[in-house]
T-cell receptor
Framework: SAVISQKPSRDICQRGTSLTIQCQVD?????MFWYRQQPGQSLTLIAT?????????ESGFVIDKFPISRPNLTFSTLTVSNMSPEDSSIYLC??????????FGAGTRLSVL | QQPVQSPQAVILREGEDAVINCSSS?????VHWYRQKHGEAPVFLMI?????EQKGHEKISASFNEKKQQSSLYLTASQLSYSGTYFC???????????FGQGTILTVHP
């Protein structure tokens, strides 16, 4: 299994600012992902974080808005840039083990005023 | 395309059984099941792979019909701790990426 730590756990930000969310895994994993989840709704994949190269973004998400880094096998960051109230959501990091099981962090609750 | 889960919600008494279904329009490599409680991370329950292999909790069972691209999660003798939202995540041959269903809210009452 894998234990995933995310920080911050929650934040309240002003419109137009940026927030960087960190994700740390306690063991080596094959893949890391970032999701967005509106309260009471499903999980939507933002991007796959690739080690040492540019992330792979899903339709509707762009690098300028959600830059992602993954400098090593166990750490990744997601930045939410130039925030607006529509970016208020829960952002979750996940990682896949060698058994193809995906584990999730507890998420970052973001509110944009 | 997002898989479709049914039912959207189910209410049980302790000890009752429930089945949650997940259906996809795409050919699947695997189906993953998670339970999420309010304000917490989704917790892995079960993975079902094409070809019949399964990995997961001993007390939870599930099935995967590869021809119909459907999976079902069977919750028997439900406990209060089973309450939460259940999500299926489907994996196409694009390895590793999961697309999640809309969720099924399960409530277990004493």
């Amino acid at each position: 299994s894998a234990v995933i730590s995310q920080k911050p756990s929650r934040d309240i930000c002003q419109r137009g600012t940026s927030l960087t969310i960190q994700c740390q895994v306690d063991s080596q994993v094959t893949m890391m992902f970032w999701y967005r989840q509106q309260p009471g709704q499903s999980l939507t994949l933002i991007a796959t974080a690739n080690q040492g190269s540019e992330a792979t973004y899903e339709s509707g998400f762009v690098i300028d808005k959600f830059p992602i880094s993954r400098p090593n096998l166990t750490f990744s960051t997601l930045t939410v840039s130039n925030m607006s109230p529509e970016d208020s959501s829960i952002y979750l990091c996940s990682a896949t083990t060698g058994e193809n099981i995906q584990y999730f962090g507890a998420g970052t609750r973001l509110s944009v005023l | 395309q997002q898989p479709v889960q049914s039912p959207q919600a189910v209410i049980l008494r302790e000890g009752e059984d429930a089945v949650i279904n997940c259906s996809s329009s795409k050919a699947l490599y695997s189906v993953h099941w998670y339970r999420q409680k309010h304000g917490e991370a989704p917790v892995f329950l079960m993975i079902l792979l094409k070809g019949g292999e399964q990995k997961g909790h001993e007390k939870i069972s599930a099935s995967f019909n590869e021809k119909k691209q459907q999976s079902s999660l069977y919750l028997t003798a439900s406990q209060l701790s089973y309450s939460g939202t259940y999500f299926c995540g489907t994996e196409t041959p694009s390895y590793g990426k999961l697309t999640f269903g809309q969720g099924t809210i399960l409530t277990v009452h004493p």
